[in-house]
């Protein structure tokens, strides 16, 4: 796999396959960068857009990469060089691995620069200067909460398949998982991890690199073992998308609980539809508006932004989206999460 990234920018200069966006000529001195898992996912798109607007606001050039697929370190590495290189004054970053991009962060903080992480956290979490983010283990809560009220009794022996994002587990995916098993009541054995064997209720697992077709393959894999499926939980609503044509393909899609998390806008017609029965909504725009505006505030005033109360990250919060509410578990309606999806 080549090292390089692939660029999101229109203008690229060559020789460094590096785009200078949004802001005007004459602000070229400070310069912050948004490094993202891919460009494909709306999730990172909608970053993308939020950071583009945010930095042409505020007078400053914005570089801005993209991995060629999710799990590309070595392509998350070479971006960061590259932004040292650049003279950068900060950038943010949604890592793909959590904790192997960590040197290359204390190689850029050590440099001077910035180091905001958007939407999964490192490992540790206070390698980066902060974290702005969704409580990922909270999302993933509501919808176990959701999922496990809505069964009612029949939640104690339902069947679940889980459809995981990577084999090296980023914090986001271990999260997002550990959540939805406690929201369910069921016990986690090692928070900084997931595994089938949490619990023998859980039939299968696969992972979906975040992708509708990475979805479909990964529950075509577990029906092949476990053809009986009362629970579905995916870790983004692309690879539910997959699960549910999988399930629809096989003939077993009736009666089946889909869940997931993200709340983009295919996300919500979905749940509209009835195809994913809850997810929780998150915010990216505002994580990289808040992200690019921190920057520039720490370029300013040397000031480094603070934590939200009682967390080791800022919260830019997570909304239960459902047509289909229980006692106990706040939600707001498809129509309503349609006002604030995005992608």
């Known amino acids: 796999m080549s090292k390089k990234l692939t660029i999101l920018s229109t203008a690229a ?25 891919t460009n494909t996912n709306p999730f990172f798109v909608k970053m993308k857009e939020g950071a583009e607007k945010k930095a042409k606001e505020l007078g400053v050039t914005l570089q801005a990469y ?25 950038f943010m970053l949604v890592p793909s691995d959590s904790s192997a991009i960590v040197p290359t962060v204390e190689k850029a903080r050590k440099a001077g620069l910035l180091v905001i992480v958007l939407d999964t956290p490192l490992d540790p979490i206070n390698a980066a ?17 959701w999922a496990k009220a809505t069964l009612g009794d029949k939640a104690k022996t339902a069947k679940i398949a889980t459809l995981d994002l990577a084999p090296n587990e980023p914090s986001v995916d271990y999260l997002r ?14 928070q900084k991890h997931y595994a089938q064997s949490d619990s023998a209720q859980i039939v299968g697992s696969d992972v979906t690199a975040g992708a509708e077709e990475g979805g479909r393959k990964a529950m075509e894999n577990i029906l092949q073992k476990a053809p009986d499926i009362d629970v579905v939980y995916a870790i983004n609503e692309p690879a ?36 994913i029965g809850a997810t929780s909504q998150q915010y990216p725009l505002l994580m990289a ?52 999806c995005w992608g």
């Open 240 to 275: 539910a998308a997959g699960g549910y044509s999988a399930l629809k393909a096989a003939g077993k899609d009736k009666g089946v609980l889909v869940v997931a998390i993200d709340g983009g806008c295919p996300g919500v017609k979905s749940v509209k539809e009835g195809i």
């Open 13 to 37: 200069a060559a020789a460094l396959s590096i785009a200078l966006m949004g802001a005007p000529a004459h602000a070229a001195d400070t310069i912050i960068g948004l490094i993202t898992k």
């Open 177 to 190: 998982h550990n959540g939805f098993l406690t929201g369910f009541g069921i016990p986690v054995k090692n």
């Open 66 to 90: 993209a991995g060629k697929a999710d799990g590309d370190n070595d392509g998350e590495v070479a971006a960061i060089e590259e932004l040292i290189a650049a003279g950068a004054k900060g």
């Open 129 to 145: 200067d902060a974290t702005f983010a969704t409580d990922n283990f909270k999302a993933g809560e509501l919808i176990g909460q």
């Open 289 to 340: 508006a808040k992200g690019v505006e921190a920057i520039v505030d720490f370029v300013k005033t040397g000031k480094k932004p603070v934590s939200t109360p009682g967390l080791d990250f800022f919260d830019t919060g997570a909304t239960l989206i459902t047509d289909h509410p229980v006692p106990g578990v706040k939600s707001i309606d498809s129509t309503e999460g349609a006002k604030l």
